[in-house]
């Protein structure tokens, strides 16, 4: 894995995703949205920091309205973290690095 943000959609989200042998970290999140292009710099670098650990992805919610309706996502941007499959926590709006370290670290 080299540390960057994979993009996952309807397609690939069970395989990227649900089936992940890593944590995943999903991102949802929207073009036009101005707190998730504010967070977007901070996602890259958590995700090359914990690329051994962690797995970060987006969803753009434009294009997967299906994935953001699955999981009941109402705001932008939307931090779901997924471990075994499952959703553990979630977090919502643009988190500073630190806050957003302290969410991982929570629940890694």
Do not use: H
């Not at 967070?39 to 051994?52: F, S």
Request: charged share 25%.
């Amino acid at each position: 894995m080299s540390g960057e943000v994979l993009k996952v959609d309807d397609a690939n989200f069970d395989a990227d995703v649900l089936r992940s042998a890593l944590p995943v970290l999903v991102d949802f999140g929207a073009e036009w949205c101005a707190p998730c292009k504010a967070i977007e710099p901070i996602l890259d670098e958590v995700a090359a920091e914990y690329r051994t650990t962690l797995t970060v992805v987006r969803v753009d919610m434009d294009a997967n309205l299906a994935l953001a309706q699955r999981y009941a996502v109402r705001g932008m941007p939307s931090l779901l973290f997924f471990k075994d499959g499952q959703v553990q926590a979630q977090k919502v709006g643009a988190l500073s690095k630190s806050q957003l370290r302290a969410f991982i670290e929570a629940n890694l």
